[in-house]
């Protein structure tokens, strides 16, 4: 499949082929990644990649520390958290992103250190 040819992911970053280039995204860069489709927008404090890939698979590539499975449209960096609101099951974003978490994925939040 065409998949793996147009993301190559190291540790700390990724490269996306964009027409004849490739651009190198580091991976604390990104806030957030939401699937559209067949496709997946890979969202970064300045700019908003498209690539042909699923989220499975983008999860399979990433730090499953870092990167954590929100809702099934949602693979969120935990280091762009900046609340959760539970009630609303939102999550804000650095930059002003918010995502929703769903019901499946909520036990990602029992990984967290959280003072009461």
Do not use: W
């Not at 040819?5 to 990724?14: F, G, M, R, W, Y």
């Not at 991976?27 to 404090?45: A, Q």
């Not at 995502?99 to 994925?105: A, E, L, Q, W």
Request: aromatic share 8%; glycine share 2%; charged share 30%.
């Amino acid at each position: 499949s065409s998949t793996n040819q147009d993301t190559v992911v190291s540790e700390i970053e990724l490269y996306i082929k964009k027409r004849n280039a490739l651009i190198k995204v580091a991976l604390k860069d990104i806030i957030y990644i939401e699937v559209e489709d067949r496709y997946c927008n890979i969202i970064t404090e300045t700019e908003k990649f498209v690539v042909q890939i699923s989220l499975a698979k983008m999860s399979e590539l990433l730090d499953s520390k870092a990167f954590i499975r929100t809702h099934r449209s949602y693979l969120v960096n935990t280091a762009a958290i900046e609340k959760i609101v539970l009630q609303d099951n939102l999550i804000q974003l650095k930059g002003n992103h918010h995502v929703t978490i769903s019901g499946k994925y909520k036990d990602f939040i029992k990984n967290f250190k959280v003072l009461k």
